[in-house]
């Protein structure tokens, strides 16, 4: 059955709300927890309380949570299923009903109200579970063709190395049934996750020990995006109603057609119907650009939007009008991004015309080099040449090999690829690390920008880079 984004989100609070759940609404992008630049989950607003720091004013909890996740940038366009920002649907449970219970409802609510036809679905369950795992066959019915057991990188949450932590069993809707029973739930042209549940059942101590915990808790999180996707039956995350108007709206400004372009140039409509999301909600919770934290990260998405727009063939300031868009489609669920509008276009232009003319320079500066290099009747750009124009005019490689292209010429790449080094192993020179993170992994973006930064659901990572 088709739902709208909006109507997916408004069921499933009242699903929950009628189990005794209080609504409350989404908290800040800006989190109080100051080991995240950005608000990566629905159950970050309420980690103190799983901490044990706070006590819950509610035993259980139902919120639709805005998300950022700067670690799926790369992501953005080229799978499915994946943005930067998304809506993260959550129930959650202090201390009150557990495992069988949320199984129970995370069953319910899929196959139910959502509909999905039960042999469609397949879990995962952590490997030791066995728990879980008894409970979806038995109790709910579920053939064990389609439970899997999986390890811990996909399957088992913590918050750090020590504290709350317990495995999580997470729901996948298959595309493709007629494929059979051989079921392999890393192949995304035919599963797709969309809700996760993790019990937090214990405690770990420096020992790497586990001891049961007193008050055991339920954390979960629904991709919205990617329930609509299964709802609206469109091919990703970026052609549902929650998206795509953000898309047309930009190829409208362009002058082109969403679905006659070409691979790379959905890529680009892509890229910009997610981050212009992403901005306007960035700013609607004040957050400006600026060189560093999540600033930082706020001026990359624009000038990400602002790239990706020249990519596609658009020459002026563009980001204010499609932001409309974008506009539009939040205010009913988050009022505060209409009242911030004229922040959020303030902020755009500014942003927007800042970057152009720095763009602008680069291209005199890589006109100029193309002139150098026929002259001198060579037919490749320095690799350094390339370098400088990406460092210091955030020209990336793609844009001074497509201008360089235009001129029957090539970059090397080895060259740039080599400054590149160079250059980062002068700033790791310059700065000390002090990487606290469970798996010792610093993603890509807070490496480039110095900051702390999630490196996924399954752990919170508290990677803090001293410069
Ligand atoms: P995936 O394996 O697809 O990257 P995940 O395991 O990292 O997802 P979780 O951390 O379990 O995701 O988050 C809970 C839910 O939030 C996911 O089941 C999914 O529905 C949604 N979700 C997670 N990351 C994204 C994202 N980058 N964009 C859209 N939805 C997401
Ligand atoms: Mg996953
Ligand atoms: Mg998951
Ligand atoms: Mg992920």
Request: a negative charge; charged letters at 25%; glycine letters at 6%.
């Amino acid at each position: 059955q088709y739902l709208s984004g909006n109507e997916i989100r408004q069921k499933f609070l009242d699903f929950y709300a009628q189990r005794g759940h209080t609504v409350l609404p989404s908290a800040s992008l800006v989190p109080e927890d100051p080991t995240v630049l950005l608000t990566i989950a629905g159950m970050l607003p309420f980690k103190p309380i799983f901490l044990g720091q706070r006590s819950p004013e509610f035993k259980r909890a139902t919120t639709s949570q805005k998300c950022i996740r700067t670690n799926d940038i790369e992501n953005v366009g080229r799978t499915k299923r994946h943005h930067t920002f998304f809506e993260m649907l959550g129930n959650f449970s202090f201390g009150d009903y557990f495992k069988e219970q949320a199984i129970a409802w995370g069953w319910e609510i899929s196959t139910k109200v959502f509909g999905l036809p039960s042999e469609r679905l397949v879990v995962s369950v952590f490997e030791d579970d066995d728990e879980a795992y008894a409970i979806w066959r038995d109790k709910v019915g579920v053939s064990e063709t389609h439970i899997k057991r999986m390890g811990e990188d996909d399957n088992f949450w913590a918050s750090g190395p020590t504290g709350p932590c317990g495995p999580c069993s997470e729901i996948y809707y298959d595309f493709y049934p007629e494929r059979g029973d051989d079921i392999d739930l890393e192949d995304d042209t035919r599963f797709i996750e969309f809700y996760n549940l993790v019990f937090m059942q214990y405690n770990r101590d420096a020992d790497g020990h586990l001891t049961p915990l007193q008050n055991k808790n339920i954390d979960t999180g629904m991709g919205l995006e990617r329930m609509a996707q299964i709802l609206q039956a469109v091919p990703n995350n970026y052609e549902t109603d929650l998206i795509f108007p953000i898309i047309k709206t930009a190829a409208e400004i362009a002058g082109i057609n969403y679905a006659q372009s070409d691979e790379a140039t959905q890529v680009s409509l892509k890229v910009i119907g997610d981050h212009v999301r992403a901005v306007v909600h960035m700013i609607a919770d004040e957050i400006h650009a600026s060189n560093v934290g999540r600033g930082y990260i706020l001026r990359r998405l624009i000038r990400r939007i602002v790239r990706h727009g020249r990519l596609i063939g658009i020459e002026g300031e563009f980001t204010t009008q499609v932001a409309e868009t974008a506009i539009a489609l939040a205010e009913s669920a988050y009022p505060e991004v209409r009242q911030q509008e004229d922040a959020i276009k303030a902020e755009l232009q500014r942003e927007e015309s800042r970057f152009l003319k720095t763009l602008a320079r680069g291209e005199d500066l890589l006109s100029e080099i193309v002139e150098k290099v026929k002259q001198q009747g060579k037919t490749q750009i320095d690799g350094r040449d390339a370098f400088t124009l990406y460092d210091t005019y955030g020209f990336p490689l793609e844009l001074t090999q497509e201008i360089a292209a235009e001129h029957n010429l090539t970059v090397d790449e080895a060259g740039y690829e080599a400054a590149m080094s160079e250059q980062q192993t002068r700033s790791q020179e310059a700065h000390e690390t002090i990487d606290l993170t469970v798996q010792g992994s610093l993603d890509k973006l807070a490496e480039e920008i110095k900051v702390t930064e999630f490196v996924g659901y399954t752990q919170f990572s508290s990677t803090a880079v001293v410069e």
